[in-house]
């Protein structure tokens, strides 16, 4: 396989390695007239441009097929935090790959045996193929192993999704220990208290408070991250009522 040297210098697809054509959004400077256009000049595209494979029509954008150390520069405003390891290039192309058949990935996690790919805090099963090379590669070093890379989704910052309950769905004992922990940072409450009620966060394995752990579970069942319990909040039906 020839090496580019020109307009697809340093490019490869991230997938299967090809190198020798992509099909690329660019845009134009044309001369256009009500019936047609006559001339279309100075094609021009970036690293954020649609990127297919025509190998193995692997869809991306053009910062994936730059190699590593492109992609780590490229791959910064989607991660969040620092990060400079050079083999980011590689996860950002195994993220990218990943998201396209499960857009709703936010973080990837190296671990020791395998990569997870994860929703908020949910691991998905099973997971989507990967390039074995890629993932050899990542796996290989023991200086990613336990990290996990938190991507920003195309819309801006990640979100957690909350739901706004009653706290007639607590009994009044279990809101003021919840409350009462919140205040003095517990080992057990995640959250933050509130004027008419708080927020607690969803995976609390440990909640000795029999009635909000029930809330919870079915709650982060049901997809949850946080749940807010509001004084003016409304009651669910099929959730205890303690009003």
Known sequence: MTTPTNNLAGMQCP???HNAGFKIEATCLAT?????????IEYDW??????????????????????????????QEKLLGETTHPRIGAIYALMRQASLQYPDFTSLCV??????F??????YRPLPPLNATLVAEVMGDPTLRGKTFHFMPKGGLPSESMVV????????????????????GGNWAIGANRDTGFLMYTAIEDCPLSALRKVLALMRNAGYIWVLFDGDG??????PDYL
């Open 15 to 17: 997938k299967c390695g």
């Open 32 to 40: 256009v007239f009500d019936d047609g256009i006559d001339d279309s």
């Open 46 to 75: 970036n690293e954020h441009s649609a990127c297919h494979c025509h190998s193995c029509k692997y869809h991306g954008v053009v910062g994936d097929f730059q190699g590593a150390e492109v992609a780590a520069k490229f791959c």
């Open 111 to 116: 671990g020791s045996l395998d990569l997870e």
């Open 118 to 123: 994860m929703q908020d805090q949910f691991l």
């Open 165 to 184: 309950l009653s706290t007639g769905h607590l009994p009044q004992s279990e809101i003021n220990a919840a409350v009462h922990q919140l205040e003095k």
């Open 234 to 239: 409304e009651l669910v039906d099929g959730l």
